[in-house]
Every structure is written in C-alpha cells, then in structure tokens.
C-alpha cells in the first residue's frame, strides 16, 4: 500500500530554522508536494520536488531523496504565523486519476 | 483566496438526513476533488472528476455520491447522514498551468450530523 510518516508535533521559536520529515512508500512515485494547513483553514500548496535536491521558496526549502524515499520541509526564520499543520502528500498511484494521499500532517508550533 | 469557492460554509444537520455541498473550482480547472477531513482519519480522498466524467475513487461510501456539471461546478450528495460522517469536506481543483500535485483548496464546509 501507499504510506507517508511524519511527525505529529514539532516546536519552535521566533527565528528558528525547523525541519519537517517525511518517508514514504508506494508503489508509483511522481514527486512530493507539501501543504500547509492554518486551523480551521483550507490546505494550501507550499512545494512540489520530483527530482533529488533542495527546491527553495523564500523562507521555505523543500528537499526530495527518491533513493531513500524522503524527503523534508525546512522552514527558516520563522514567525509566529508559520504555527499552522504541514502534510507532506504523494499521487495516488493505486487510483487513475491524480488524487494525492496526504500524510498525518506535523502540528508546528511556533514561541516568541 | 484560492478561486475555488464552497457553500455552505457551516452544516448542521440531524442523524438520518440528506445534504448537498457544493463547489466551483478555479476558472480554467477541469479537475475537481473532494476530500473529508476528520480528527482521527486525517486528510482523506473521495473522489475525483475531470470534466464532466468520474476520474478516480476513493474512501466514499455507498451513502456519498457526487458529480461535476457542464459549467464545471461540482457537488457532494451525503444522505442516511451518521453522527461519524461530521467533518471538514474540502474540494480542490487542478489545471494543466501549474506544477503536477498543485491543488487548490476551497475554504471548507465543516458539516456537523447530532
């Protein structure tokens, strides 16, 4: 079957740097993308990597290993309005279409 | 805002009963995806439509139906409701401008079955 594991929880403080951990398996892999979910607020995109290495967006990096089915979001200097819900997500391969199977998703909390 | 909108916002029904959820996703979008959210089951797969036709399904029970109209507006059939059906219900879309897996969420409708 599909799987992704990360983290439930992770804390940090104002201008920290934070990384977000991700495995996976399945059966098919196109790439990993990552979301990011305010409470009680709709999941929005953050990053997508299909091919090995670090994919950087502003304060957002994400990095992909295919070879060790991993991959991780790392968040540096953060603020406070970056404690929200990250989900790191794969293709549903078991499925025609292109519906992603969403991981557990990592609480982060973020202190002044 | 992501263009994709969803009404209601907030439902609340009783044990038994029938609603519709509906969603019209990003101007330009084919694909429309539906997704309950719940506390102890995470982010879930329901199912999928491209233009029109039935794409791809997943976890949605028999109870559950949906479909994708000609304007591209979908929506989300729940009946015979049961109290563990309460959750957040969220659809997405996705185009061929934007990087594969870019899905855009709406803004949710959080339904509660007492």
């Known amino acids: 079957g599909q799987s992704l594991e990360q983290p439930s929880e992770v804390t940090a403080v104002e201008g920290a740097i934070v990384q977000i951990n991700c495995t996976y398996q399945?059966?098919?892999?196109?790439?990993l993308s990552w979301y990011q979910q305010h409470d009680g607020g709709a999941p929005t995109f953050l990053s997508y990597n299909a091919l090995d290495g670090l994919e950087e967006t502003g304060r957002f990096s994400s990095f992909l290993s295919r070879s060790d089915s991993y991959g991780y979001l790392l968040l540096q200097e953060l603020q406070m309005k970056d404690s929200a819900s990250y989900f790191c997500?794969?293709?549903?391969?078991?499925?025609?279409?292109?519906?992603?199977?969403f991981g557990k998703g990592t609480t982060l909390s973020v202190s002044s | 805002d992501s263009g994709v909108t969803q009404t209601p916002k907030h439902l609340i029904t009783a044990t038994g009963q029938r609603v519709t959820l509906r969603c019209s996703p990003r101007s330009g979008d084919l694909s429309v995806y539906w997704y309950q959210q719940s506390l102890d089951q995470g982010l879930q797969f329901l199912i999928q439509?491209?233009?029109?036709?039935?794409?791809a399904k997943g976890n949605i029970l028999e109870r559950f139906s949906a479909q994708q109209f000609p304007d591209l507006h979908s929506e989300l059939n729940l009946s015979s409701l049961e109290l563990g059906d309460s959750a957040l219900y969220f659809c997405?879309?996705?185009?061929?401008?934007?990087?594969?897996?870019?899905?855009?969420f709406g803004p949710g409708t959080r339904l509660t079955v007492l």
């Open positions: 997500a794969v293709r549903d391969t078991n499925q025609a279409g292109t519906a992603l199977i």
């Open positions: 997405a879309s996705s185009g061929p401008d934007r990087a594969p897996d870019t899905q855009y």
């Open positions: 399945t059966s098919g892999f196109y790439g």
């Open positions: 439509y491209y233009n029109g036709e039935e794409r």
